[in-house]
């Protein structure tokens, strides 16, 4: 098909896309700052729910981290039931061995703590179970009927941005390959963005998460599905992610710097809950379904490479964020502060030790990953639609080249 035909399509599709993200979309109330989540739980029995089931995952709950939040509950007289079977990239089976769990305990809400993967799986388990289905039956753009049950995230990471989104992924069980559920009943109610229960989070990890983060900030503000309010929230990300993630990464008990990271990760995920997001997700959700690459790992490669392709046709955009990120003047060329925005994107990659290429991306792979990046991102309202050479350009990049 030829590439202007393409193009009219994917913006044909895209234009429907965007009429189902027009309906007005709710924000979770947000407890910041230390010590929050004891005041989300106090929230949460103010709201009267008595049995709640909390969805996380066996290390945390092993570390310790979820036993203030549980004594918090049984203080203010919440009963709760405990999911702990969440795997990175949860797979339908993941999401219904929890929803068993609530159905056997006639749960009447949901609380998530722990990083993408615990809330992912605690928005579908809360779906399925107000709609008597499985995860499978929730696949796709407001499948069901009722609204999901009243839900609640503790975010243990700053990066996903899910505490604040109304989509989550979820693999299947064979192929891995990633689907999305998307409905706004999925938003949380409240969220606690406590710095507190990410201080003992390895620097690789607050680096990845942390990369994500600002992915959502940059993909949301340069896309074409941009509005006044998703732009605020994406400068405010990617400039607290500049700000804070190396002394994050560096001092990993400063809380200034882990509360301004869970400030940025929160953010980003209200900008692409309607900006959505762009290529460089493609790529990474690609590598993560063949090969089980972390996504904040694989978007941080992705990133600055998806930029340079992109930099022509979204150089107001960069060169925007470029400034309020104050990585340059004003009174600069746009494209040379466009160029400064990959170029610190790039620096502050090595600057918190993300790696420029990916081993786990084999040659012989690169072109079916080329081909499945380019079909998820024609989905998405990126400046310009690339094309299967420069899909496969970006992967040749980021993997290791033979010895």
Known sequence: MPALYKTWLYRARLAIIGKM?????????????????????????????????????????????????????????????????????????????????????????????????SIDTAKVVALAGANGGSAESCLGVNKCKQEALPLFAIPTTAGTGSEGTCIAVVSDNETHSKSAVIDNSLIPKAAALDPEVMLGLPASMTAATGMDALTHAIESYIGTFGNTETDFYGLASAKLVFKYLPTACSDGQNMEAREGMSLASYYGGLAITQALVGYTHAIS???????????????????PHVLDLL???AQDQMAALAVHCELGKAEENKAALAQKLIDSVRELNRTVGIPETIEAIQEIDINELADLALIEGSSYPTPRFLDTDDCRGILKRMSVAPA
């Open 21 to 117: 993200l027009l309906k007005p979309q709710p924000k979770p109330m947000a407890f910041s700052g230390p010590g929050s989540s004891a005041n989300l739980c106090k929230a949460i029995s103010q709201f009267g729910l008595k049995n709640l089931l909390i969805v996380t995952d066996k290390p945390l709950r092993e570390l310790g981290l979820l036993d203030k939040t549980l004594a918090d509950l049984a203080a203010h007289d919440v009963s709760y039931q405990i999911y702990d079977g969440v795997l990175p990239d949860p797979t339908l089976q993941v999401v219904d061995a929890g929803l068993a769990v609530l159905n056997a305990n006639h749960c009447d809400a949901v609380l998530a703590f722990g990083g993408g993967s």
């Open 285 to 303: 959700h690609n590598l993560g379904a063949r090969y089980g690459v972390a996504h904040g790992l694989g978007n941080a490669v992705a990133l």
């Open 311 to 313: 930099k022509d046709d």
